[in-house]
C-alpha cells in the first residue's frame, strides 16, 4: 500500500496507512484526541518531491488525529516563510511543525509564539540561535553522508584500488543546518583516500563555501558542474566520482555532464528517493540515493505533539548531537538507508513508498 505518492499524484486524503499511523500514534499515547487543536506546517517548497509528502503525511496525520491543521509551503523564501509562520501564530495555533528554509532567520517569529505558549517543533532542519525551539524530528543526518562516502569508497574499491580518480563535491544550501552535517558524515570517509592522493579534486574546491548549492537547487549544481568541466576538464581529463547531497542536485550534475558528451556517468550520489532518481538509478544514471521514510518522521512528530500537548514527555532517542548555539535541542532521530539497484525494490517499492509503476 502506497499513500503517499497516490496522495501526491491524486491529492486525495484519508488512505488507510495513515489512519493507522495516526491512530497508532493516538493509542499508543492513551490520547491523540486533537479535539479541534490546532497545528501550523511549514514547509519549504514544492519544487522538491519530498517536501510534498512531508506536508500531506503529515497534514493527513495531524487531521486523522483529531487536529485542525494550516499548511503552508514559501517556495524557498525565507522571508515568506516567516509570514506564513506570523499568519499561524496570528491564528493561535497550539504546535508548530517547521522545515526551516533559512535556519537562523525564525528567532523573531519564535519569541512571538513562545510568548503565546505556542510548541515547536523543528521538522527534519534544526532551527538555530533560538531557545525558543521544543524538540527536533529529523533523521540521522551524520549518517545520511557516512552512507553517501562509504557508497563511493565501495564502488571504487578505493581500499585495493591505486586511483587516482577524480573525484567532485557538491554539498546544500548553507542556510539548511543539515548541509554540514551531510558533508561533514561524507567528508569523514572520503578525505582520508584525498590525503592518500586516491581522490584528486581537480577543481580544488573543498570547503564547504565553494560547495554548496544556493536553495539547493538542481540548476544551480548544473551551472557549477558546468564551469567545473569547461575549467578544469578541458584537457581530456574525466571526472570519475561526484559527492552529490540531493536527487535533484544529482540530476542537475547528470545533465551537466551529458550535456559535456558523457555517455558513462561516474558514480553520483543522492538522497531522498525521489522517483526521477531511481528511475535514473534503474537506467545506470545516477549511482545511489538515500532513502529516508518520510512516512516515520511524520509518524514520530505526531508522536511527539501528542504527547506534548498531553502534558507528556515525548519520546527522544538524542539529547547531544543537536546544539542549535543557544541549546541543545531534544532530538529523536531516524535512520537513513542506502538505495542502489541492487535493493531499490525492496526497499523502497516494496515498502510501498514509491508505487512499482511509478518507475515504468
Ligand atoms: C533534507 C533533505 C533534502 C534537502 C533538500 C534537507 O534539509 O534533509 O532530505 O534533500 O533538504 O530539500
Redesign the pocket.
Known amino acids: 500500500m502506497n499513500v503517499n505518492r497516490r496522495h501526491l499524484m491524486t491529492g486525495t486524503i484519508g488512505a488507510a496507512a495513515v489512519a493507522m499511523v495516526a491512530s497508532a500514534c493516538a493509542s499508543e499515547d492513551g490520547g491523540g484526541d486533537g479535539s479541534g487543536k490546532k497545528v501550523g506546517i511549514a514547509m519549504?517548497t514544492k519544487t522538491?518531491e519530498?517536501?510534498i509528502l512531508d506536508g500531506n503525511n503529515l497534514k493527513e496525520s495531524f487531521e486523522e488525529a483529531g487536529y485542525e491543521v494550516t499548511l503552508q509551503y514559501s517556495n524557498d523564501v525565507a522571508a515568506d516563510q516567516v509570514s506564513a509562520i506570523e499568519t499561524m501564530v496570528g491564528q493561535n495555533v497550539n504546535v508548530l511543525v517547521i522545515a526551516a528554509i533559512d535556519n537562523k532567520s525564525l528567532s523573531g517569529v519564535l519569541a512571538q509564539a513562545k510568548g503565546q505558549d505556542i510548541t515547536v517543533i523543528a521538522y527534519?532542519?534544526l532551527i538555530l540561535d533560538t531557545p525558543d525551539v521544543d524538540y527536533y524530528a529529523s533523521f540521522d543526518?551524520t549518517k545520511v553522508g557516512t552512507l553517501q562516502g562509504t557508497y563511493i569508497v565501495e564502488a571504487l574499491d578505493l581500499a585495493n584500488a591505486a586511483g587516482p580518480f577524480n573525484i567532485e563535491l557538491f554539498a546544500?544550501a548553507l542556510t539548511?543546518n543539515?548541509t554540514k552535517y551531510f558533508f561533514d558524515g561524507a567528508w569523514a570517509v572520503l578525505e582520508p583516500y584525498v590525503t592518500e592522493g586516491k581522490l584528486v579534486v581537480k577543481s580544488g574546491q573543498t570547503t564547504l563555501e565553494q560547495i554548496a548549492t544556493e536553495n539547493?537547487d538542481g540548476a544551480v549544481a548544473q551551472e557549477r558542474m558546468d564551469n567545473i568541466l569547461s575549467n578544469f576538464y578541458n584537457d581530456g581529463s574525466k571526472v570519475d566520482v561526484v559527492l552529490a547531497p540531493?536527487d535533484g542536485i544529482s540530476r542537475g550534475i547528470v545533465a551537466s555532464l551529458q550535456g559535456a558528451g558523457y555517455t558513462t556517468m561516474p558514480v553520483i550520489t543522492g538522497?531522498?528517493a525521489e522517483v526521477e532518481s531511481v528511475k535514473y538509478i534503474i537506467e545506470g544514471l545516477q549511482s545511489m540515493t538515500v532513502y529516508?521514510d518520510t512516512r516515520e518522521l511524520a509518524a514520530t512528530t505526531v508522536d511527539m505533539v501528542v504527547a506534548v500537548l498531553d502534558g507528556k514527555e515525548p519520546e527522544v532517542n538524542d539529547t547531544e548531537t543537536y546544539d542549535n548555539g543557544n541549546k541543545v535541542v531534544p532530538a529523536y532521530l531516524l535512520e537513513p538507508v542506502s538505495v542502489d539497484v541492487n535493493n531499490y525494490q525492496e526497499v523502497v517499492v516494496d515498502s510501498g513508498y514509491i508505487e512499482a509503476e511509478e518507475l515504468a
Open positions: 519549504p522538491s519530498r517536501w527534519d532542519r543526518n546544500g539548511d543539515n539547493w540531493y538522497q531522498d529516508k
